[in-house]
């Protein structure tokens, strides 16, 4: 374990907008109710929040390389939590470097209607891509998924050794802006789990704890994200995998 471990954990989670988004929005990232703050309440500690909405496995690393707010973390984090490959998960019918690129198109008009006829588009396209072999296109195929989070780990370990990590399965959605399909999710899983059985990271099954809240309505009405019944069940279950990771915290 790493040394200097005071007792009241920092936990480092790279994540997407599950992380920060409740039953009607976006939520700063002290709230309490959010799932990665949950969990290092549990722990008698706090959780630091490095995410963004659609953020994938790549933003993640794209982060830790390029955010020097991350940097400034590194000496005291006591865990490291990845949260991320949920959205890689995600239809895709416009390649993400394309899709990721309509903000920046000019004239705004042009930037609207492009927007606009793509959301349009976007549910029909991915059922239908759905159907492809191999389910079609997706935000970020599982071997880069697993080869960011690879990334990340080991950029992390190198320079604190010895601190637990846990990835997170990919959720489940009903979100009608994809057409209620999601054929890429189970692939990604199944990498995940293979990849943290190889290097040593804890899973965190994100779908077994939601599926029932999600797929039952009882979370956000886009469909993907979740109510604070959902956050609480993930974030329990965070805390429970991690006090088994850490030293004890004195009187405990």
Known sequence: MSAGFSG?????VLGDSLTFHGP?????????????????AALGGHAEIVAGIGWTARHAWHALT???????LMP????LVLGTGGM???????????RELIPAVRPARARRVLRDGYLRAQPGLSRAFARLPGGGPVALPPRLTVSYLQRCRDAV?????????????PSVHRAAVYGHAHPGRVPAERATRDWAADVGARILD????????VLGGHGN???MHWGWEGHRRVGEALGSILARELPARPGR
């Open 88 to 98: 890689d998960t995600l239809p895709s019918p416009l390649p993400t470097a394309l």
């Open 8 to 12: 009241r954990p920092t936990l480092l």
């Open 157 to 169: 370990l190198a320079l604190r050794p010895g601190i637990p990590v846990v990835a997170a399965l």
């Open 206 to 213: 994100v779908p077994t704890l939601v599926a029932a809240h």
């Open 221 to 223: 009405p886009d469909g």
């Open 24 to 40: 009607e929005r976006a939520e700063p990232s002290d709230d309490p109710r959010l799932w990665p703050n949950i969990a290092a």
């Open 76 to 79: 005291r984090i006591d865990a």
């Open 66 to 72: 390029h955010d020097p707010r991350v940097w400034a």
